[in-house]
C-alpha cells in the first residue's frame, strides 16, 4: 500500500514539474518585452503623457531622455513619478547653432541650473543631442564645424566640471581632427569629454546594430565609457536603419540578441517613445 502511495506521489509530481516547466517555457516565447535588460528611450515632444510612461516601466525602461524648452512645476511632477517607477529623467536638449554661438547654449544651461537649485525632483543629468551635420553648411565646411563641435564638448566639460552631460552621435564621426596639438577621430574626443555616449546606430538587426557601431563599441570598452546603443522605430524612408516595417516582437528579438553581443553595463535606447509605443507586434 505504501508502495503505491510513493508511486502516485512520485507521479504527481513529474505532472507538476512538467506543467510548470511547460509554462515558464510557455511565457517565454511568447514574452514581447525586452525583459533582459534595462533600456533608454528618447521623449521627444515635451508632453507629460502618463500612458507613456507606464509603456516605459512596462518595457523595462530605467532612463528617459526628456526634452524640455522651458523648466517648471509640470516637468517636476514628471520627474517625481519616473523616479517612484525607478526611472531616471535626463534633460534632452541640442540645436546644432549651438557650435557656433556658445552664448545660446550657456544659456539654456543656467536655466537648467536654475531648476536643479529650485526644485526637489531634479534631472539626473543633460543629454545633449547636438548634431553638427544639421547645419546647412555641413558640406562645405565639415572640418571646421567638427572642430568647432569638439571644442563645444572641451568648453562644457571645463566649464561644468559637477553636470553629468552625455552625447548623441552618429556612427560616422571617425574624421581626424587636430584639436590642443593632438590629432583624434571625432568621436574619441566627444568620449573624453562626456559622461557617457550614446550612439545613434539606427539599424534592423542585431548584427548589423553592432557592426555599424564596432568602433565606439570597441572604444568604450577601451575608455570604460558608458555607452548605450540607438535604435529607430520611427517611419523612415530607408527601411533598412528601422525596425518600423518589422515591428516589436522582431524588434525585441534582436535587442536580446544585441544585449548577448555587448558589454552588461551597456544599455540600449529606443528612438522614441511615441512612434515605439504606436510600433505595431
Known sequence: MK??????????LILSLGTSLYILLNNQKFDTNVNNSSMAVWWWDNKTNYSYLDFAKQNKV??????ASTFND???????SANK??????WLAGEYEWIENYSLLETKINEFISFQKNYNNLFSG?????EPHQHPEFENRREELLYKFVDLTYKLKQNYKDLHIEYDIPCWLDDIIDYNGQKKRTFEYVFNNSSA??????????KKIYDFAKDEIEYAKLTNKKLT??????????DSITFYEEGKTYMNKELATLKQMIPENFKVAIHHIN???ELKN
Open 126 to 130: 543633460v543629454h545633449f543631442d547636438i
Open 62 to 67: 530605467t532612463e528617459i531622455y526628456y526634452y
Open 229 to 238: 546603443l540607438g535604435v529607430e522605430t520611427q517611419n523612415v524612408n530607408d
Open 275 to 277: 512612434s515605439w509605443y
Open 197 to 206: 555616449i550614446t550612439v545613434m546606430s539606427y539599424r534592423d538587426s542585431a
Open 85 to 90: 517607477k525607478n526611472i531616471k529623467v535626463y
Open 3 to 12: 508502495k503505491k502511495i510513493f508511486v502516485i506521489l512520485g507521479i504527481l
Open 74 to 80: 509640470e516637468i517636476a511632477n514628471f520627474i517625481k
